[in-house]
T-cell receptor, first 114, second 114 residues
C-alpha cells in the first residue's frame, strides 16, 4: 500500500526566503506526482504535475523535482511571499492498467511572515 | 468556466438526519471524484465515477453513504443517517479522460453533524 508523507507538517519563514517542501512515498512504481495548494476554506489548486519520466517541472517561482528511485519529491519556492501562505499537498498516482487510486500526503502548512 | 460547483458550502445538521451534498463538474469533464478531508485522516477518496458510472466505491465508509451521478453534469453524495463522526469537509473534483489526468477541485462542503 502506497504511503505518502510530508515533513514538516508546518513551516514558518520570513518573506523573501527560499524554501523547500518535502514529499516522500514508499512505492516507486508511480505514474505521476502532483503538487497542490489549499487555502483555508477552499478546495485544492493544482500547481505542478510531474510525469514519472520527468525529473522536474517549473512554473514561475515554483520548481518541483522528482526522484523515483529514492521515493522523493521536493517543491522549491523561490523568494517566498505572504500570498504563498497555504497548505501544500502532494499526490501520487500509481502505475497500472485501468483505474488507479491517487494517494495524498497529509500536507505542509506554510506561513510566510511579512 | 465557473469551475466545479458544490452546494451547500456549509451544512449543520443533527445526528440521524439525512444529508445530501451536490456537485456540478466542469462542463466536458467525464470523470468525477468525491473526497473527504479530516484532520485525522487527511484527504480520502470516497468514490470515483467515469462517464457517470461508479468505477471505485471502495472508499465509501459504510452503507450510510451513497452517491449517484444521474447525468454528466450532476452528482450527489448522500449520508443517511448522519453521525457526528461524519463531520468533515467533502470535496468534489472532476477531470477529463479518467483518473490519470489533472483533477480540478470544488470549494468543498463543510459538514457538521451535532
Amino acid at each position: 500500500k502506497q504511503e505518502v508523507t510530508q515533513i514538516p507538517a508546518a513551516l514558518s519563514v520570513p518573506e523573501g526566503e527560499n524554501l523547500v517542501l518535502n514529499c516522500s512515498f514508499t512505492d516507486s512504481a508511480i505514474y505521476n506526482l502532483q503538487w497542490f495548494r489549499q487555502d483555508p476554506g477552499k478546495g485544492l489548486t493544482s500547481l505542478l504535475l510531474i510525469q514519472s519520466s520527468q525529473r522536474e517541472q517549473t512554473s514561475g517561482r515554483l520548481n518541483a523535482s522528482l526522484d523515483k528511485s529514492s521515493g522523493r519529491s521536493t517543491l522549491y519556492i523561490a523568494a517566498s511571499q505572504p500570498g504563498d501562505s497555504a497548505t501544500y499537498l502532494c499526490a501520487v498516482r500509481p502505475l497500472g492498467g485501468g483505474y488507479q487510486k491517487v494517494t495524498f500526503g497529509t500536507g505542509t502548512k506554510l506561513q510566510v511572515i511579512p | 468556466d465557473a469551475g466545479v460547483i458544490q452546494s451547500p458550502r456549509h451544512e449543520v445538521t443533527e445526528m440521524g438526519q439525512e444529508v445530501t451534498l451536490r456537485c456540478k463538474p466542469i462542463s466536458g469533464h467525464n470523470s468525477l471524484f468525491w473526497y473527504r478531508q479530516t484532520m485525522m485522516r487527511g484527504l480520502e477518496l470516497l468514490i470515483y465515477f467515469n462517464n457517470n458510472v461508479p468505477i471505485d466505491d471502495s472508499g465509501m465508509p459504510e452503507d450510510r453513504f451513497s452517491a449517484k451521478m444521474p447525468n454528466a453534469s450532476f452528482s450527489t453524495l448522500k449520508i443517511q443517517p448522519s453521525e457526528p463522526r461524519d463531520s468533515a469537509v467533502y470535496f468534489c473534483a472532476s477531470s477529463w479522460g479518467g483518473s490519470y489526468n489533472e483533477q480540478f477541485f470544488g470549494p468543498g462542503t463543510r459538514l457538521t453533524v451535532l
